[in-house]
């Protein structure tokens, strides 16, 4: 019988352990998603918010995907853009983020997409800490 508790706790706690990467992998999936899953709500609106406008004010200044790497600079730049997620996926299938850069406002909508990808990776890596206990 005294057995029994023990067992009860560490199966609790391997329950827990087993999903240490879904705070991670939701939220670099879904900006935000992270947050909201360990019920961070003010701080999950705020990166959710700021990386979707970021993101999008890069799509509405026709800023580039990138889609291959050919040199490092594209590869570092489709690191970045792989960063945003579903969000990547989702405008690459729709057609969004033109190929060729048209006009002079499409640099800076490139750089945002990219720093929005940055800062997703950094948001999904900020809610596993959290979840781990590394940061309260």
Do not use: C
Not at 79 to 88: I, K, P, Q, W, Y
Not at 91 to 99: C, D, E, K, N, V
Not at 130 to 135: N, P, S
């Amino acid at each position: 019988m005294a057995t029994t508790p023990n067992k009860t706790a560490a199966a609790t706690d391997g329950a827990q352990e087993q999903f240490v990467y879904l705070p991670l992998i939701a939220g670099w999936l879904v900006p935000g998603a992270g947050h909201f899953l360990l019920r961070k709500w003010i701080r999950g609106s705020l990166l959710a918010v700021s990386i979707i406008a970021m993101f999008v004010l890069g799509l509405a200044m026709h800023g580039k995907l990138y889609s291959g790497a050919q040199d490092i600079l594209d590869m570092l730049g489709m690191v970045g853009d792989l960063g945003n997620g579903l969000l990547f996926f989702v405008s690459r299938i729709l057609g969004l983020g033109a190929i060729h850069v048209q006009v002079t406002t499409a640099d800076y909508g490139t750089k945002f997409m990219v720093v929005a990808g940055l800062l997703n990776v950094i948001a999904a890596v900020d809610a596993h800490n959290l979840r781990t206990g590394r940061k309260s």
